[in-house]
């Protein structure tokens, strides 16, 4: 507890970080706040939320601004959809590939591009969000209020990103990564005290005995995040002047779960589809009104196993194309670089692409179970708003967020000389990850 102390006195020691944190504070603090504004020509009191299926993940990541309608009602996500796309786009197209290599102004040239289709895509977000709002819940005319309300969603959400990127520059962390992060950590108190009610005194040590499980499913995760396999390489040895420097043997870390949350998302968007088409035919077809029944369940064990199934799926598949074994093994010998053992050139890439797919297959099933976790922790009579927090999209994003926001703490102190914030090991954050954003 001493050392936390002085730790926290230490951080705060520091002018440039303790304005950074203070910023970071002051930026999230407008987030919340908008969070709680209604959208104009919207009754509050007659507001019904929809919370299931799609609706209810996107609730989760705003902390509640969608299903109370405000002016920050899709927040950052149309900004998160538009990344992931361009993400896409410089693995599979040149023209993308090309710009990505420009260094600084292709970098510059593809967050204009997402800029401007995060607008394209909150326009058309925002026409679906006030066709799910009900009527009653709407004062004015109907017409004008959706050209009002596309507009103000679409400038809630640019002003999300850049209230983003002013954390970025201003603040502690990333900025867009930290909204997501506060939105779903928002929700926690009101779902830790609904459980807590929820058991009465006479439930108060299973309570208790779910917090510890809580815990032991945290750490678990920050095990997933932070593990990697680390492979040797030795560097030849090299003549400056009239001395000879012997080689530098360093290593090339490979994470366990290269993929991050990228393979739950993308499992968990194509999860709705059977649900949405058997709903078409489910009137008149007893087959596709039991489908439709099922995977609207998350709690079903078919539901499970397909969504378990996905996730390995995507997980190699994410793998495959984020990390490119025959680039590492091309950078290493162009700079002079080799694993000892293996020969320089295509037996490299062979050699790293044998461990990674090795590595991938624990990763990939220990990702299923994870995002598996919430239905099983429903299942045993945790109530929906607490069990979301037992693993999932949401418990992947809070980890790996704040062991980024730590580990940029931690090169501060140490950059002043203050003692880090662990005795032992090292803190390894998104940034050793492939990012969900750019």
Known sequence: MKKFITTIKNIFAIDDLRVRILNTLGFIAIFRLGSYVVLPGIDPNQLKANTTGIFGLLDTFLGGAFSNASIFALGIMPYISASIVLQLLTIAVPYFQKMQKEGESGRKKINQITR??????????????????????????TTLFTITSMIVLTSGTIFCMWLGERITDKGIGNGISMLIMIGIISRFPGAIVAEG???????????????VVLFFVVMSVVMLTQAVRRIPV??????????????????????????????????????????????????????ASYIGATFSDFTSWQYNVVFGLMILVFTYFYTAISV??????????????????????????????????????????????????????????????????????????MVGVVLDTLQQIESYLLMRHYDGMMKSGKLRGRTENIAMVS
């Open 116 to 141: 401007v289709l995060t607008i394209i895509i909150t326009l058309a977000q925002a026409v679906g969000f006030v066709a799910t709002i009900n009527s009653e819940a709407i004062v004015i005319n």
């Open 197 to 211: 009610l929820s058991k009465e005194l006479n439930g108060a040590l299973l309570f208790i005995f779910e917090l």
């Open 234 to 287: 030795q560097y030849a040895k090299q003549v400056g002047g009239s001395s000879l420097y012997s080689g530098q043997r360093q290593f090339i870390p490979l994470k366990v779960n290269a993929a991050g949350v990228m393979p739950i998302i993308f499992a968990q968007s194509l999860m709705f589809l059977p649900s949405m088409i058997a709903s078409i035919w489910a009137d008149s077809n007893e087959t």
């Open 324 to 397: 490119n074994p025959n680039q590492i093994a091309d950078d290493l010998k162009r700079s002079g670089g080799f694993v000892p053992g293996v020969k320089p050139g295509r037996a490299t890439s062979e050699y790293i692409d044998n461990i990674l797919t090795k590595i991938t297959l624990p990763g990939a099933i220990y990702l299923a179970l994870v995002a598996i976790f919430p239905a099983i922790a429903m299942m045993m009579g945790v109530t929906r708003e607490f069990s979301q927090f037992f693993g999932g999209t949401s418990l992947i994003i």
